[in-house]
């Protein structure tokens, strides 16, 4: 067998439908469109997610929990996680970023009072629990509250 008599086996290459071009084509008049409608048309699109007014698959599977419109995004962080700080140093949401305890500088953080606090810092923080507010001041600590 030589290149030049290879070739593609019978039936692989088929003839491309030409639509529209007269009823002897098999393909005339509607040119494989059906008749009418949306998909009938030239130009025609649907959205995405369009099932051809069909209930869509978003509106048929169940919706679950709640997504509140106007969260505020506050940031956690317990009393106990505070003590990976050297004592007597400033602990604002930037260096709580920095550890990791906070995701973004840009919302509010809240400290919480689970845990015990063993060192005496200098906390930054937008808001602060009462129980919170009971450990840190036993512990000799100091909490500023930020704008």
């Not at 930037?94 to 606090?117: R, W, Y």
């Not at 063993?118 to 036993?138: F, M, Q």
């Amino acid at each position: 067998m030589k290149l030049n008599e290879i070739g593609l086996p019978e039936g692989a290459n088929r003839k491309t439908k030409r639509r529209g071009k007269g009823s002897g084509s098999g393909h005339g008049k509607n040119s494989c469109r059906g008749r009418k409608g949306a998909l009938h048309r030239s130009g025609r699109t649907t959205r995405p997610g369009f099932e051809g007014g069909q209930m869509q698959l978003i509106r048929r599977i169940p919706k679950r929990g709640f997504n509140a419109l106007f969260k505020d995004g506050t940031q956690i962080v317990n009393v106990e996680a505070l003590n990976r700080f050297a004592d007597n140093t400033v602990v604002g949401p930037a260096e709580m970023k920095k550890a990791g305890l906070i995701g973004s500088e840009q919302f509010p953080v809240k400290i919480l009072g689970k845990g015990k606090l063993t060192k005496a810092l200098i906390i930054k923080a937008h808001k602060c629990s009462g129980s919170a507010k009971k450990l840190v001041e036993a512990a000799g600590a100091k909490i500023e509250y930020l704008k």
